[in-house]
């Protein structure tokens, strides 16, 4: 079942797929699939439990592993914490294998800043391994050959209504930390 409020915060990245061919790391629900068919060229969206149309069932790793295709654009949106730092090399390495080149990787993943990631709640899915700072993935992401063109929070990837707005503020004022954060973002070039 599509989610409105995902669709909306994953537009931007999407528009970054028109005319090219595509793959999707952990494509869920399909929302990507669904704003990237009527503009890209081609889409491969693939998932370990996929409930949405157009998202393969398969392992991300063993995907990769056997993958031939070229690809323009690698988008792979909160993946990255369910993976250990070798895998995550691994992944790295093959995502700059299989992209044509001045291609992209779009990685969306959460953010630590958030309360609500930093502590128990990010261990309520037990299939997290670990969480992962902007810094870290940046510098594997250097060690691999790609070239940072852009990355911070992602401020489309909550909900910034006025009410939600205040609430954070008076949270933060009594605890002295930020309750909620937008998820971070990086867009990497295959240079």
């Not at 595509?22 to 494509?27: D, F, K, Q, S």
């Not at 779009?106 to 700072?133: G, M, S």
Request: a positive charge; hydrophobic letters at 40%; glycine letters at 6%.
């Amino acid at each position: 079942m599509q989610d409105k409020f995902s669709i909306k915060k994953q537009q931007k990245f999407a528009k970054l797929t028109k005319d090219k061919n595509v793959l999707e790391l952990g494509g869920g629900c399909g929302d990507f699939v669904l704003l990237c068919k009527p503009i890209a060229k081609s889409i491969i969206s693939i998932d370990l439990q996929p409930t949405g149309a157009g998202v393969i069932k398969g392992e991300i790793i063993k995907f990769l592993k056997n993958n031939k295709k070229i690809f323009d654009v690698i988008y792979a949106r909160h993946i990255i914490e369910h993976f250990t730092p070798d895998e995550i090399i691994f992944i790295f390495n093959r995502c700059y294998k299989f992209l044509r080149k001045e291609g992209l990787l779009i990685l969306i993943f959460p953010n630590l800043k958030n309360i609500n990631v930093a502590t128990f709640n990010f261990w309520n899915d037990i299939t997290h391994k670990r969480p992962y700072t902007s810094q870290v993935l940046i510098e594997l992401l250097e060690k691999t050959g790609f070239t940072i063109i852009k990355n911070g929070e992602d401020k489309d990837s909550w909900d910034n209504s006025i009410l939600k707005n205040f609430i954070r503020k008076v949270r933060g004022l009594i605890t002295g930390l930020p309750y909620q954060a937008p998820d971070y973002f990086i867009i990497a070039k295959k240079s």
